[in-house]
């Protein structure tokens, strides 16, 4: 069993920079109420918080206890960024805590433990029960598997499913034939079928697609990016420091009594057409790096209403929702609230027109929500350019991550 490690509590102190408030990148911070407060960024670290500029050249300073994420452009990363930035031989290696690294895996003496070197050098040892996938690319939530077996994805497409009993340099798969032995070089993706957990701390995301959970860090208004992790992974040597050479993303603070998630990492649980329609477009995701997060907007082409779980211990939803106002547009949106009696909840409802085209939700979840939905009705005029977006998707949630 791994011991988990305590972060340190951080305190305030605020830092001055020269450079012009105006000349800085946008980033957002979250706090509890949901709503993204647009700001110039200074610079953020685990003891001094973050330091920001209004529009008018105002330092702000947010202690760290005092907001829950930190967030940068949209666009500033992509799975297909991060993936066509080559590094030799290096695999993201997904947890069950959520941290996602990029590293090569070395050889190991224990077939139960995957040793794998950062770039930089450092070597970190990850009992198999810790982690959840090893891929080339970052994953598609839809492509960390659900079934209940564990899963290899061959280069050549090939997929086999079974029991992973050994993983490094080679994998060990147990199946109803046997046992068969794939070289790592041939493996596109594995999936291991161990359960999420729930771990409070501070997470960086990074640009290069990793998430790390540390016990301090420091960005400034360059990127420049220094932390220290927290991680027993790193148990075997000195605590190291990692000065990377990639920005900084996202800052996400998870705290054991709450925490603030994107419930649209996941793919929808129901899509189903509205008005007198039998069949509709899928939804079509948008990547960018909204809380880190490889979705970050959703549009749906047509009249649909398209259904998310959600933990059952979740209090709030805020989101932004536009129709295209460049086009001719005239449709009844709504978001409703699912609970575990199955009883929907209408929580949001307004006539999407051109002149009209978005606007922020932020609304409290009932009790037991398990689901909440957005649906799209055909307008006035019937369901020509219905189309309508949902993007910055965020939820509170109070406790650790249940799923009903």
Known sequence: MITR????????????????????????????????????????NSANGITAFDRDGQ???????????????????????????????????????????????QPSDDPETLVVERKDGIRASLPIDRIRYIARTVPEPAQQSTASDDTLVLTNGDILTGFLVEIGTTFTIETPTGNLVIPVDRIERATIQNPPVHTPGTYIHTTQGERLRVQSFAADSEHNLTLTPSDPMYAQQPTPLFSLDYGLLAVEYKRAESYITNPMLADPIRITPTGDRSWTRSPITEHGSWMGAERTTIELPAPVAVRWSVPHNATKFSAAVN????????????LLAITADGSEHTLWSMRMKPETPMVDILVDLPTNTTAIELRVEPGEYGPIQ?????RSTLLFVEGSPQFQ
């Open 386 to 390: 219905d189309r309508v977006w949902l």
């Open 59 to 105: 330092q702000h300073a947010f202690e760290p206890d005092s907001y829950y994420a930190l967030s940068f452009s949209q666009t500033r990363w992509s799975p297909s960024t991060a993936g066509s930035r080559e590094l030799a031989g290096t695999l993201f290696i997904g947890l069950t805590d959520g941290q996602r690294i990029r590293a090569s895996i």
């Open 5 to 44: 490690t305590t972060l340190l509590i951080l305190s305030l102190v605020i830092l001055v920079s020269p450079v012009t408030a105006q000349s800085r990148e946008w980033c957002y911070i979250i706090t509890d109420n949901l709503q993204p407060i647009p700001m110039h960024f200074g610079s953020v």
């Open 323 to 334: 129709a295209d106002w460049r086009l001719w547009t005239d449709n009844e949106s709504s």
